[in-house]
């Protein structure tokens, strides 16, 4: 069975502050990880990753996937209270539809 | 372009009712999805249509049917709703190109309580 785990599930930090969020998985056949972010309503796709080590990068957000240790990280520089949202993480295995981590909500306080 | 519509957006029900959630796509999408949130569980499926004709149960399909009505339109239905199904719903699709990546495109939920 698909696995996607996320760390930590919550996380309150000040304006200004670097924050990485963490997901790793277990998959029968890995083809894409998805990050997306969710504010009050639907899911906004931020990244879709492939191959390991190549950083996608979206003004203060980067991602990065590690396919030899199953994981990967969301940086976000300089954090703004826009950023305050549910961050999920997703793996895609060809086989069946994504399957969702339970998320990290991430408050940013100015 | 509207994306993914789903109606209604709020629904509260008694136990035992029946009610169907509505969702369509104008993107030209294959693949439709089901999914249900709660709170510290993230996204959960719950059926989805690879393509039209075909339906396929998820990871929490008990207490739910689906219809592939065509290509547009995916619906999900409630016989008997209980109160373990209050939650928000949403609906996604994906193209082509999203099957073989998993992109998915959401609509705005469906915020559902059973009394």
């Known amino acids: 069975e698909d696995k996607v785990v996320q760390s930590p599930l919550s996380l309150v930090v000040h304006e200004g502050d670097t924050v990485t969020l963490n997901c790793s998985y277990e998959?029968?056949?890995?083809?894409?990880l998805l990050w997306y972010k969710q504010e009050k309503k639907a899911p906004t796709f931020l990244f879709m990753l492939t191959s390991s080590g190549i950083e996608k990068k979206s003004g203060r957000l980067s991602s990065i996937l590690d396919k030899k240790e199953l994981f990967s990280i969301l940086n976000i520089t300089a954090t703004q209270t826009g950023d305050s949202a549910v961050y999920l993480c997703?793996?895609?295995?060809?086989?069946?539809?994504?399957?969702f981590g339970k998320g990290t909500r991430l408050s940013v306080i100015a | 372009n509207a994306g993914v519509t789903q109606t209604p957006k709020f629904q509260v029900l008694k136990t035992g009712q029946s009610m169907t959630l509505q969702c369509a796509q104008d993107?030209?999408?294959?693949?439709m999805y089901w999914y249900r949130q709660d709170p510290g569980m993230g996204l959960r499926l719950i059926y989805y249509s690879a393509s039209e004709g075909t339906t396929d149960k998820g990871e929490v399909p008990n207490g739910y049917n689906v219809s592939r009505l065509n290509k547009r339109e995916f619906s999900l239905r409630l016989e008997s709703a209980a109160p373990s199904q209050t939650s928000v719903y949403f609906c996604?699709?994906?193209?082509?190109?999203?099957?073989?990546?998993?992109?998915?495109?959401f609509g705005e939920g469906s915020r559902l309580t059973v009394l």
């Open positions: 996604a699709s994906s193209n082509p190109s999203g099957a073989r990546t998993g992109e998915l495109f």
């Open positions: 998959v029968t056949n890995f083809r894409s």
């Open positions: 993107m030209n999408h294959n693949s």
């Open positions: 997703a793996v895609y295995s060809g086989n069946t539809p994504l399957v």
